[in-house]
């Protein structure tokens, strides 16, 4: 039987706000336990939610960006359930009427080509404590610090079909987030987390098959992995004559396994209801024009006017945005090399990437910046040194010697393009090497390449090589 | 989700499901008493079925109002001392309770 | 001192006729002495009282005291008072020191009047006769065989035994009207949205309003211009402009339309206590006011639907007690769920544990759209009750109450008891400011037992509701009536 595999995610993004969704504490990362759980982090009695007006923008923002439905009116509902980490004994959450609804995003295959995913909807929630496991006398710990962080949970509808589909959305979602500057998307802290509802039914039946939920899942690797070992553990029971439980399972990548997540097994019954300390959100329009002010250019928009407008292959547009931070240090290297296009897409993302990767740095870390990569792209463009020479000028700006213009000046690297000054040479050459000369003539015409290299050796690589090509060429012949 | 619920009557098994989802402990020979309590107050809540609210949009609030937002600054500060003083047992400044296992 | 008005307070503390120490060493000797058999405080903050009270005098001697410098009050003890112990009368909370204050609280702290302790309440504010309480009952003054109402119960009574000028209280379904009419004193529950409910313990969020509990309309007043006013903490708090609550206090009342739904005058309701509503209604037409009858038709569902929307809220507001960052924890629990189910098992009361186990079946799956969606439904229809009867009257009267206090221990049957808030629960779905003042007494069992009178107010008008009190109480003398024992 050959098996269809249904996948839908549900991607949790902590808002990048400074306070947190309901109060007015800190958000920021690792600090020491319970030091940023105010009173109302901690639902002390008495103590009451107030919304924080930027989750509403960003989460309007994202909406925005998905083509999505900006309800005009949501409301926040109650999530019941016990948990430590949950101190109200209910999560405030949105049910019924969520912020984001009914939007799509474009997701690239390996093949090249394009599909599109829905997005069920996306809406505000309130992120938990967590669990220490410690040695605390045989007791779990509970740091209150993440509750109450906002999230904004973006529901996919099940329109994945491989764990590659799911990862190339799951990548997607993540560029988004952070061009959006909505969320830092580090996935290391937990500010980018993800569920994912596995199936798998006969290929060509409608009706999905039972599903399981793989919580919790966080890399992109672990991802496809804990899919895929999903995926093969329900054909295994499936093809075995048993039937798959609709349950929640967690991934273990030490032992590559999914597994029951017994203590959430219990059938939940959330008794969602309104909020009744929180009153209906509702956004006008002119905030909606105002949030709709600040999109920048999207991935896909900014990728296709790569291709349109510089000329660039699908490939390379679609490599320079994947992210904003690499889209963003492309365009201020091109402006610095006068619009060369074609040589800065090949710089950043060929030899930078290549020297960021081997020295495991982040494109904010690199010695080089995108001024000084333009500067030396556009010394390549008008000549003053040749792309060979180039290597060298960007090694020696990437050890801390200064810009290209000050390498090339201390290092003599300017290209010679004086005919004047390379004729003298060829002539030394060409007389110095009468034996070679005499082969060439007579027809052996590969050594026209060992008459460059001692030009350009003679020359330290500095001489135009177009230049000494033609030359050459001429006092060859005669 | 079932019609009007027609004269309710919980039992003893209905009872301990509810305690259980509101994570209430309640003596078993309590019990009775509680599942007579709540018919009877689910009784009263019944007449609730007689009228016809058809159309009715639900009211959520008194006031026809909407959330007021407010702005995106930190204004508290680590209370955690006067916070936690409460807290029936600590260590390490984290609530300890029993292990949750996953 | 302790029968003045806190007009008179002021004054004579403004006069130097007596210091803020004095009058507060005054009522802490009535409550340690005579109020003591009442059990109506929780908690006397003896010291803090003291203390706060030499402050008072200190700025009245710099000269920066305000009206109410120096005069003394009594916190329901749902009000979170730093660090204070605050109970809500449960076992639950037994142990809670609150590290901060409630908006109310912090108000009247800023207005310099000296907290002399804590009342006694219903458990969570969850009761009609301050029986559900875990520190027992409070007595009623007026025959301390009798309830006080509830769940402000110890509220009343502390102001009726003249305890305390004035003392805070809060109204989910009647729990500042019906102690105040079972008392003989004088509440206010104010618009929904009037008065912040930062630092109230909730009971349910959509109902709960805090308010006034004194001896007269004037004296509420006086307390209105302290507890009422915008509070950014409180979602559902409304940014309106507070009036000033005195002044229309004197206003003729000549042409009032007083609407009396017939809803409200039918069975049940006792024959004595109609008596004497019927007389004080007699005495409002004799004032100018005009007599209209109304029809609530949608009245009789409003105890069922509460029933629905107060259990549901409270369900889910009282998960936070679970043993883990304050309160109750019981002895060595087993695991998570032990830890859970004993602790709020041994925490909670009866009374709490049926109202949040009804809670959890309405909200629970396959239940809510029978149950609290159609609460909402209904609530809805018993607002516009009151709408389309505003379009006709100023002000609605009614007995506050349909009996008058009854006996400690005589109704135990929950939906009984429920029955007795018959008259003010709709006030609160509908979100309206009502109010209870002495109208009269009725013999019971040998006593002189106070009857209220309720008035109902549009949105926002407690101005008039106070104004309509005030020119009642200046022509009658219940309101100065005190318990004997405690004159």
């Known amino acids: 039987m050959q098996w269809e595999v249904v996948i839908g995610l549900e991607i949790h993004a902590q808002l990048a706000t400074k306070s947190k969704i309901f109060s007015g504490a800190s958000t920021a990362y690792g600090a020491e336990p319970n030091t940023q759980a105010c009173a109302v982090d901690l639902g002390l009695p008495g103590v009451l939610p107030v919304l924080n007006k930027e989750a509403v923008r960003m989460a309007a923002k994202f909406g925005l960006a998905i ?91 099940p329109d994945m079909r491989s764990s590659q589909e799911a990862v190339a959305y799951m990548k997607k979602i993540h560029s988004l987030v952070q061009y959006l500057e909505i969320c830092d998307g580090n996935m290391q802290e937990g500010s980018f987390r993800c569920d994912a509802n596995v199936s798998v039914r006969p290929f060509g039946q409608e009706e999905y098959g039972t599903r399981t939920e793989l919580k919790n899942i966080n890399s992109f690797r672990f991802v496809e992995k804990a899919i895929e070992i999903e995926v093969e553990r329900q054909i295994d029971i499936i093809e075995a004559g048993g039937r798959i439980t609709q349950e929640t399972r967690l991934y273990d990548s030490d032992k590559n396994e999914t597994r029951s997540m017994r203590s959430k097994e219990e059938a939940n019954d959330y008794r969602y209801f309104p909020d009744p300390d929180l009153l209906p959100v509702v ?68 030899e930078l990437m290549g020297a960021l990767n081997k020295n495991g740095l982040s494109l904010s870390e690199s010695p080089v910046s995108a001024v000084m990569l333009g500067g030396m792209i556009k010394r390549i463009a008008d ?21 290209a213009d000050a390498v090339i000046e201390t290092k003599g690297l300017k290209q010679i393009t004086d005919a004047s000054a390379i004729e003298p040479v060829i002539d030394e050459i060409i007389a110095n090497n009468p034996g070679q000369l005499e082969q060439y003539r007579g027809g052996k015409d590969k050594l026209f390449g060992f008459f460059v290299g001692q030009v350009m050796k003679a020359t330290q690589g500095k001489a135009n090589p177009a230049q000494v090509n033609d030359l050459l060429k001429q006092k060859l012949k005669a | 989700m079932s019609s009007e619920p027609s004269s309710p009557s919980l039992q003893k098994d209905d009872i301990e499901k509810i305690a259980h989802l509101a994570r209430l402990g309640i003596d078993e020979a309590d019990v009775p008493a509680y599942a007579s309590d709540l018919n009877n107050i689910l009784a009263l809540v019944e007449q609730m079925s007689a009228v016809d609210t058809t159309g009715v949009s639900p009211m959520a609030h008194p006031m026809d ?8 600054t930190v204004t508290e500060q680590n209370q955690r001392e006067q916070l936690m003083a409460n807290a029936p047992q600590t260590e390490a400044n984290l609530f300890l309770v029993p292990q949750v296992i996953e | ?80 008072t730093e660090g204070v112990k605050t109970t809500c009368g449960s076992k639950m909370l037994d142990n809670f020191i609150s590290p901060y204050d409630a908006f109310v609280v912090e108000k009247v702290k800023k207005a310099g009047m000296p907290m002399l302790g804590k009342a006694n309440m219903d458990e969570f504010a969850m009761g009609s006769s301050n029986e559900t309480s875990f520190y027992g009952p409070v007595k009623n003054p007026w025959n301390t065989g009798t309830v006080p109402g509830g769940s402000s119960g110890g509220s009343a009574a502390v102001v009726a035994a003249r305890l305390t000028p004035f003392a805070t209280g ?129 009245s009789k569902l409003s105890v069922p639907t509460y029933y629905v929307v107060a259990p549901a809220e409270c369900s889910s507001n009282l998960s936070r007690f679970d043993g883990v960052r304050f309160g109750h924890r019981c002895a060595n629990p087993e695991n998570l769920e032990d830890l859970y189910k004993r602790s709020r098992g041994e925490g909670f009361g009866a009374e709490v544990k ?129 318990p004997a024992g405690f004159e």
Not at chain 3, 37 to 48: G, S
């Open chain 1, 67 to 157: 083509g999505a439905n900006v309800s005009r009116r949501s409301v926040f509902a109650r999530k019941n359930y016990f948990y430590p980490d949950s101190p109200k004994g209910y999560q405030i959450s949105q049910m019924e009427l969520p912020i984001v609804e009914a939007g799509e995003l474009e997701i690239e295959l390996e093949d090249g080509s394009i599909k599109v995913v829905g997005i069920t909807r996306a809406h505000l929630e309130e992120d938990a404590g967590k669990s220490m496991h410690g040695d605390f006398q045989g007791m779990t710990g509970i740091d209150l610090n993440r509750a109450g962080t906002p999230l904004l949970e973006i529901v996919s509808e």
């Open chain 3, 170 to 298: 809060t109204d989910t379904g009647g729990s500042i009207r019906q102690p105040a009419a079972l008392c003989g004193i004088t509440g206010l529950k104010p618009t929904y949205g009037r008065v912040s409910r930062y630092g109230m313990i909730a009971f349910a969020s959509s109902l709960d309003q805090a308010g006034p509990m004194t001896r007269s309309a004037e004296d509420a007043a006086w307390m209105m211009n302290v507890m009422a006013g915008f509070d950014s903490r409180d979602s559902t708090c409304v940014d309106k402009a507070v009036p000033d609550y005195c002044a229309p206090l004197n206003d003729d009342i000549k042409g009032l339309k007083i609407g009396l739904p017939k809803e409200y005058f039918g069975d049940g309701l006792n024959a004595d206590v109609a008596a004497v509503i019927d007389a004080a209604i007699k005495h409002y037409e004799s004032l100018g006011a005009e007599v209209v009858e109304l029809s609530l038709p949608n």
């Open chain 3, 354 to 482: 049926r109202r949040i186990m009804i809670g959890t079946y309405a909200l629970s799956a396959g239940y809510y759209d029978a149950y609290y969606l159609k609460a909402q439904k209904l609530r809805q229809l018993i607002s516009n009750d009151f709408k389309t009867a505003f379009e006709k009257v100023d002000v609605i009267m009614s007995p506050t109450s349909p009996n008058v206090a009854f006996k400690l221990g005589e109704i135990s049957d929950p939906v009984t008891m429920y029955l007795s808030d018959i008259f003010t629960i709709a006030t609160n779905l509908a979100g309206l400011p009502g109010m209870s003042i002495p109208a009269g007494f009725v013999k019971s069992d040998g006593h002189d037992m106070p009857v209220g009178l309720q008035l109902i107010g549009n949105y926002f008008e407690e101005s008039r509701l106070l104004n309509v009190a005030h020119q009642f109480q200046m022509n009658t003398d219940w309101h100065l009536r005190v």
């Open chain 1, 383 to 403: 000549n003053t040194i040749s792309g060979k020479i180039a290597k060298e000028v960007f090694e020696a700006m990437w050890k801390g010697e200064g810009d």
């Open chain 1, 283 to 350: 956004i006008e329009e002119s905030f909606l024009e105002a949030v709709k002010a600040t999109l920048p250019e999207l991935p896909d928009e900014k990728k296709h006017r790569f291709m349109e407008t510089l000329s660039l292959s699908a490939y390379d547009a679609a490599v320079l945005t994947a992210s904003r931070e690499v889209a963003e240090f492309f365009e201020v290297v091109m402006a610095a090399a006068d619009g060369e296009s074609k040589l800065s897409a090949n710089w950043v993302s060929g």
């Open chain 2, 65 to 72: 109002a909407q959330q007021r937002l407010r702005d995106d």
């Open chain 3, 1 to 80: 001192m302790h029968n003045k008005s806190i007009a008179e307070l002021s004054k004579g503390l403004a006069k130097g006729d007596f210091s803020s120490e004095e009058l507060t060493r005054a009522y802490l000797d009535r409550i340690n002495g005579l109020g003591a058999e009442l059990n109506a405080l929780v908690t006397v903050t003896e010291e803090q009282a003291i203390s706060a009270a030499r402050s008072a005098d200190q700025q009245r001697s710099q000269g920066d005291a305000g009206l109410l410098t120096g005069i003394p009050m009594v916190h329901k003890d749902i009000f979170c």
